[in-house]
């Protein structure tokens, strides 16, 4: 498919100075109209910064970002220009986007503000998007307090729905709901896509959501883009050492225990990242090199493209030996 979102060496800081922390640093990916990209680390490595930066709440402080092949990210207003392109945000907090004070259909039709309507035409999209989510009219006149926390994120989910998007950014969407309520809720973003044709970016520490719904993957760590791919590449987990040990974390991925890798230590601040590459304090395979000469994102050995100095050249682990069924 065509390239909807492009980013190209895309840096996100916060602060200035010596207080300054680069929360994206020089990031490049490319997401296809219809896709879902997911966007994979762990929490602290620039997952929200990135998603915000896409949405225009944060500014860009350096690279190119476009959409739909216009510049995005820049400019005097880069939320309006990126929710006038049809690029709409949900967050894991679906309270922080809902006026308690308001009946939801309220805050859904809020979204539709670009479309300057009137208030009972407002109201008759609000309600429309919410019965798309399984919140039924005789609902609409409800405040926030009065829905389940699953409920108010399927309220989100309208409001982004309502303002006819073509993008959406779920920043850890499904995270804080229970088990059986995030796979409801998985199965409905499926639903919306496939009906309204919607490309998704979906941010999370989440392994099983990636599984479960993604078509491409991306992997940050520390503010760098260290893997990306489509989701099977990625989730075969034999390119970068990091990947691997996120998806050892996982012990329905990994039957076969011979095949995990452990990282060591923590997470580095993303204040002051490591040299090199920033996985050598923690990465089972590291060499001299790793600690002075940070790897490019580049396809090695007819992959994917990963930033990791010996992809391809990794000792490959005892199941590879397996014959796989094809
Ligand atoms: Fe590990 Fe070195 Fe590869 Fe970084 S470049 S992931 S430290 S082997
Ligand atoms: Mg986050």
Redesign the pocket.
């Known amino acids: 498919g065509d390239v909807l979102l492009e980013l190209r060496d895309v840096s996100v800081s916060y602060g200035s100075g010596a207080d300054a922390v680069r929360a994206v640093d020089r990031v490049s990916l490319a997401v296809t109209a219809g896709a879902t990209m997911a966007i994979i680390g762990e929490s602290g490595c620039g997952k929200s910064s990135l998603a915000k930066a896409i949405c225009g709440l944060v500014p860009i402080e350096a690279g190119e970002m476009t959409f739909a092949g216009q510049a995005i990210g820049t400019g005097r207003d880069p939320a309006e220009l990126a929710g006038r392109l049809g690029v709409q945000i949900v967050l894991q907090d679906p309270t922080a986007g809902l006026d308690p004070r308001w009946p939801i259909w309220r805050s859904v039709a809020e979204s539709r503000r670009r479309f300057s309507e009137s208030r009972p035409e407002a109201r008759r999209r609000a309600v429309d998007a919410l019965s798309e989510v399984g919140i039924g009219p005789h609902m609409a006149d409800r405040r926030p307090a009065e829905l389940s926390g699953g409920q108010r994120q399927r309220v989100t989910i309208a409001r982004a729905i309502a303002a006819e998007p073509r993008l959406i950014v779920l920043d850890e969407a499904v995270s804080a709901l229970d088990v059986s309520v995030r796979n409801e809720i998985l199965v409905l973003l499926q639903g919306l896509k496939q009906r309204h044709g919607l490309t998704f970016v979906f941010i999370t520490h989440d392994i099983s959501v990636v599984t479960q719904c993604a078509t491409d993957a991306t992997v940050l760590y520390l503010g760098r883009a ?1 893997e990306t791919g489509t989701a099977p590449e990625v989730l075969r987990g034999r390119s ?3 990947t691997r040990a996120l998806l050892s974390a996982v012990p329905t991925l990994t039957g076969d225990l011979r095949d995990r890798v452990r990282m060591t230590g923590e997470l580095p601040s993303l204040a002051d990242p490591p040299s ?12 001299p ?3 002075d ?3 490019d994102l580049v396809i090695r050995a007819g992959g994917h493209p990963a ?5 391809g050249e ?1 000792r490959p682990a005892a199941s590879d030996a397996v014959a796989e069924p094809s």
């Open positions: 260290v970068h050492p990091y090199g590459c920033r996985f050598h304090t923690r990465c089972p395979f590291a060499q090199v790793c600690s000469v940070e790897p930033a990791c100095h010996f992809v990794l």
